[in-house]
């Protein structure tokens, strides 16, 4: 099998039980350097649609638009059952009206009922001749509370949400108080209990780099492999009001409010540094602390190649309340 070199990095393509998959090397090599080596590398693999389902046709454009959303008026992302509010069905109604077309998205990422987004991205193709305020402003007009367009731009026509994400980005919000605010009611977590701050941090950092998240993993995640690689884990704040921020290449399935849960154990003492280390190399959620509250989660920000213009943009300053923040 003969390597293909694009612009945006190195992939392998072939063929495996009749689909076809792409082999996306995150760390660039040298073209001659495949085999052991290749194994050894971080790689995310890719399950692509077929060409046809992918690209646009020739009358049409594609679009990614940058939004954020309320998570708690929503029960999730994914378009579910007629009557049930999502995210998703929202944005391809009011997408639609102004297109006067059917439209349907696909998101860099789905995000569970209660979870919220400052940047996530989503890309739809048409047929319609619109203007970028069309797809913000006349959007916005027919969408609910909740949920707002706030970037639009037309993007190369093999660009794809999903697929050419190379990175995700999140924040979770934790108060610790005895009593828990309502002005902050399903915009942050709550712990009753005081927390170790520092003994948190020294947990987080054992996060880094690439590991199997078994132990953070929920039963019904359907990632093909728990191996994921998160580049940075940090911890913002007091111990009253803090930020967990993480970026990796990709998350599991209520990965980052296990960890969360892991972390809060670790803050009151229920659980050492030395046991989430412990934890983490067990593989396992049958140790596991619970799974923490969807409150707090805001999916941030989605990496994707510079060429397709669509920089990561920094958390809004009304998530980040303490000074010096991000």
């Not at 998570?71 to 992302?77: A, E, I, K, L, Q």
């Not at 947990?203 to 993993?217: C, K, N, T």
Request: a neutral charge; glycine letters at 8%.
């Amino acid at each position: 099998m003969k390597p293909r070199v694009y612009t945006r990095g190195l992939f392998l393509s072939g063929g495996c039980d009749g689909g076809w998959f792409e082999f996306k090397l995150l760390d660039i090599m040298p073209p001659d350097i495949f085999n052991d080596v290749f194994l050894e590398c971080r790689v995310m693999i890719l399950e692509r649609p077929s060409e046809n389902s992918e690209m646009p046709s020739k009358n049409t454009s594609r679009w990614a638009l940058t939004l954020s959303y309320d998570g708690s008026r929503f029960f999730g992302w994914q378009k579910q059952a007629d009557g049930v509010v999502s995210v998703q069905a929202a944005l391809e109604s009011a997408l639609s009206q102004i297109a006067g077309e059917t439209v349907n998205v696909v998101a860099a990422g789905r995000t569970d009922t209660g979870v919220h987004a400052t940047a996530q991205v989503v890309h739809f193709d048409t047929a319609a001749e619109r203007g970028e305020q069309s797809w913000i402003r006349g959007v916005n007009s027919l969408l609910p509370q909740g949920v707002a367009v706030w970037q639009a731009k037309r993007v190369a026509p093999h660009f794809h949400a999903r697929f050419d994400a190379f990175g995700r980005r999140y924040r979770y919000v934790l108060q610790s108080s005895p009593v828990r605010s309502p002005l902050l009611a399903a915009r942050v977590g709550w712990t009753h209990t005081p927390l170790d701050f520092a003994a948190m941090q020294a947990a987080a950092a054992l996060l880094v780099g690439e590991h199997d998240f078994s132990s953070f993993r929920a039963s019904q995640c359907q990632a093909k492999s728990p191996v994921k690689t998160l580049y940075s884990v940090v911890l913002h704040g007091t111990p009253q009001l803090m930020a967990f921020d993480l970026h990796g290449n990709a998350f599991l399935h209520h990965m980052v409010r296990n960890i969360v849960g892991a972390l809060v154990y670790v803050g009151n003492g229920r659980l050492s540094v030395q046991g989430f280390a412990e934890l983490l190399a067990e593989k396992s959620r049958l140790k596991a602390p619970p799974t923490f509250m969807p409150d707090g989660l805001y999916l941030t920000g989605v990496d994707y190649p510079p060429e397709f213009g669509l920089p990561v943009p920094p958390p809004p300053d009304w998530l980040w309340p303490f000074e010096g923040g991000l």
